[in-house]
Structure formats: structure tokens, C-alpha cells
């Protein structure tokens, strides 16, 4: 048994949506969630300048004693995660791999999408990691960049002219592919994954990044002996590097339940 908590970092609050998902598989564990809500999004930046802020990320969740990370950015995954590995002695689990994997699972004419920030799409590691996992696999990959401002700015409703014609901008070209199943390679975009199902249609299986990072997780932590008593319900402490107005409110959006205490702001420069 181990007390200790998981950290979770990204850009901006979708990250909050692989905190959703781990508090579903992993209940009884303790959450530190960290969300550089100045600095989001990072889909657009250098590979250095990304390097650069996930180091700034992972010191301040070490402030804290924990016993695993969570990435739950999809641009990080993509451009940081073996830096971060090989720097920092404890489990750290990114979200590529894991969706990759189940991708494949469900994959029938082994076409499948990714969607995903400029920056994940230009590292090439979603289509690497699925065609070294199957050499047959088609991939077709689509940036998409103004999602995650529209989801921090909670334009996610179906019935929103902006973000559905967005989407369908984005979208129709990658169904023109023949694709069956699609990656959301962003742990923002759960949030529209009505709107991206409807854009889609019922022939498109959807597969979410943070979910299957979250299940990883789950199975590292057996794998080490890191669980923490099943019979006991975690806690989450909620941190951002901006003023946190609003937190509640955006927060329970991604998390789907009504939040009641506020995050505390970090000066994440300090790291």
C-alpha cells in the first residue's frame, strides 16, 4: 500500500478530463493536478520551449511526494515524455502509447485518425507509435489548433455555430479518408466528443487519450505494488499559474461534477 499521490500536469485545464477518468479507475488514490493555465496552450510552441515548461511542470509537482505522473497533455507526450523519463526517478506515463494500443483494438479496416495540436501532429509520434505497433496500420493525421481555446472558453454545447463548424472544417476531410476510427490526441477534446461523434457519425469509433492513460496508470501501479487501499475514497488539490477566476465553474465542466473548493495559484516561473 502506498499513500502517496499521482501527479497530473497540462497545458491549460483539459487535463482535468484525465483526472475525471482516474477518479473513476482509480477512486482511493490522492491527485495533485497542476493545469499552466498562463501559458495554454502549448500546441503551437518550439520543441524547446516545450521541453522548457514540462521541467517547469514536473519540479513543482515534485514539491509534493509523489509516486507516479500523469501527463495528461497530448503535446507534451509527443515532444517531452522520454526527456522527462530519463531525468526523473519515478513512474512517469504519458498519454500516446495507451491510446495508440487501444486504437488498434477497435480499428476494423486498420484506418485510423488522430487529431491533435500542431505541435503533436508535427512530432510524428502518434503515426510512429502505431505503425511500430502494426506496420499495417493507415494513419491520417489532422491538426487541430483552435479547439483547445474554444474548450478553455467553454464553447463545447452542441448547437454552437462556432465550434461545429470548426469541427466540421477539421473533421470532413479526415472521413474523406475512409478512417473508422479517431484519436483524440488531446485530453481537451473529450469535452467535444458529442460534437466530434455528430461530425463523425456511428461508423467512427472514438478513442480518448486520457481514459487510456488513466487505465496504464492503473495497471503500473499494481504491476509496483503503488496502489493505495482500495476501500478509501482520494482526494484532488488543484493548482494553475494564472489567477484562478472562474476555476469552479470551467473546472466542473471538464471534471462533470459540481466543484466546490478552488484551485491555488503558483508562480510556475520559480521552477
Do not use: W
Amino acid at each position: 500500500m502506498d499513500m502517496r499521490p499521482i501527479g497530473v500536469f497540462d497545458s491549460g485545464l483539459g487535463g482535468l478530463t484525465a483526472v475525471r477518468s482516474l477518479r473513476e479507475i482509480l477512486p482511493e488514490e490522492n491527485l495533485v493536478y497542476f493545469g499552466d493555465t498562463a501559458r495554454v496552450p502549448y500546441g503551437g510552441r518550439a520543441r524547446e520551449t516545450l521541453l522548457k515548461y514540462a521541467r517547469q511542470d514536473v519540479r513543482f509537482l515534485r514539491t509534493f511526494d509523489l509516486k507516479a505522473i500523469l501527463i495528461a497533455c497530448g503535446t507534451v507526450s509527443t515532444t517531452s515524455l522520454e526527456a522527462l523519463q530519463a531525468e526523473n526517478a519515478l513512474p512517469i506515463v504519458g498519454v500516446v502509447e495507451p491510446t495508440c494500443r487501444r486504437a488498434l483494438l477497435v480499428t476494423r479496416r486498420k484506418k485510423v485518425g488522430v487529431i491533435a495540436t500542431l505541435a503533436s501532429i508535427r512530432s510524428g509520434a502518434y503515426e510512429a507509435a502505431l505503425r511500430r505497433l502494426d506496420p499495417a496500420v493507415e494513419v491520417f493525421g489532422k491538426a487541430c489548433p483552435l479547439f483547445v481555446p474554444l474548450v478553455e472558453n467553454g464553447r463545447v454545447d452542441r448547437g454552437d455555430v462556432v465550434i461545429e463548424t470548426v469541427a466540421r472544417e477539421y473533421l470532413e476531410p479526415l472521413l474523406d479518408t475512409g478512417i473508422d476510427t479517431l484519436i483524440l490526441g488531446c485530453t481537451h477534446y473529450p469535452l467535444l466528443e458529442e460534437i466530434i461523434g455528430d461530425v463523425c457519425g456511428p461508423g467512427v469509433t472514438l478513442v480518448s487519450a486520457g481514459e487510456e492513460s488513466a487505465f496504464e496508470l492503473k495497471r503500473m501501479l499494481k504491476a509496483r505494488e503503488l496502489r493505495a487501499p482500495e476501500e478509501r475514497r482520494g482526494e484532488v488539490s488543484f493548482y494553475v499559474s494564472e489567477t484562478p477566476e472562474n476555476f469552479e465553474d470551467i473546472a466542473s465542466l471538464f471534471l462533470r461534477e459540481n466543484l466546490h473548493h478552488a484551485a491555488r495559484r503558483i508562480n510556475i516561473d520559480e521552477y
